[in-house]
């Protein structure tokens, strides 16, 4: 059993798609970067790490030349507000927006800091509005303009030692569906992704910069109370999770025209783990 490729070289949905995608030095934000190109689209990608932003660019091989980087921290109005403005600059405007910047902390709740739990929402959450909110503009002027954000199962369903996180992707959620209402005359989707057993720089600390930090489950973790997010559906090599493959041609879909009847929704990516 293999995987279906994410290049998918033969669609071209993205074809003079104007792109920002954030959290895009590693794991799924990377790989939105890379499947996008491929379709065709013209890409900013940015992070708060130049190292990972520099791999994504050797990674987009024969497309770089439709990829630009800006190092953006999400988290920091005043990177946000730079960032974009050099991004809108690139791309001479935007259509499709993808806010795949986050980080993981898990503790046990007597053990979770205030500062943890704030940077946990500060870049999760508040990060999501600052970017969306520069690039508003921009995409009042787009064509057929969508926004695609990221929440997570645990916006739904029991992930422990995860609060902080379950509570900024929550938060992202709710938010995605009042914007998707209150744009949904000026044609402007939004929607997001809820992704559950991806292996991303995320889930497993290989990440290439404070935006995308693994889990640091706690070492007395009672790894039974995860019995309940195991994927349901067979993995090649029988792997546990997905790759970040998975997500990003999600992501691509809803980001595309082809999603233009589709807004204020969700779509789970967890191989069954939630059903």
């Known amino acids: 059993m293999t995987a279906p490729s994410a290049q998918a070289p033969h669609l071209s ?28 689209g013209r890409v900013v990608a940015a992070d708060i790490s130049p190292d990972g932003l520099a791999d994504t660019l050797d990674r987009a091989g024969k497309h770089g030349a439709r990829l630009s980087t800006v190092v953006m921290d999400v988290g920091d109005e005043g ?35 205030l500062a943890d739990f704030e940077q946990v929402l500060r870049i999760n959450l508040i ?32 992930h422990p030692y995860m609060a902080a996180y379950a509570a900024s992707k929550g938060g992202v959620l ?11 005359k000026a044609g402007i989707r939004f929607n997001c992704v809820q992704p559950g057993s991806i292996s991303s720089g995320m889930t497993d600390g290989s990440g290439s910069s404070r935006q995308s930090v693994g889990p640091g489950l706690p070492e007395d973790a009672d790894y039974s109370l995860f019995g309940k997010v195991a994927p349901m559906l067979p993995l090649p090599g029988g792997a546990i999770f997905a790759g970040p493959d998975a997500v990003a041609g999600v992501v691509a879909m809803l980001g595309s025209p082809d999603a233009f009847f589709i807004t204020g929704t969700e779509v789970r990516i967890d191989g069954g783990a939630h059903m």
């Open 13 to 40: 949905r993205y074809t003079d798609r104007r792109v920002l995608i954030t959290g895009a030095g590693s794991g799924i934000g990377q790989a939105c970067v890379l499947r996008i190109l491929a379709e065709g």
């Open 174 to 184: 709710a938010m995605t569906h009042a914007w998707a209402l209150e744009f949904a």
């Open 127 to 158: 990060g999501t509005f600052l970017v969306t909110r520069e690039a508003i503009a921009a995409l009042h002027e787009g064509e057929g303009p969508a926004v695609v954000n990221f929440s997570s199962t645990s916006a739904h369903f029991a």
């Open 79 to 113: 990177s946000v507000r730079s960032g974009v403005a050099e991004a809108l600059a690139t791309l001479d405007g935007l259509d499709t927006l993808v806010n795949a910047a986050g980080i993981l902390r898990s503790a046990h709740l007597a053990q979770t800091t």
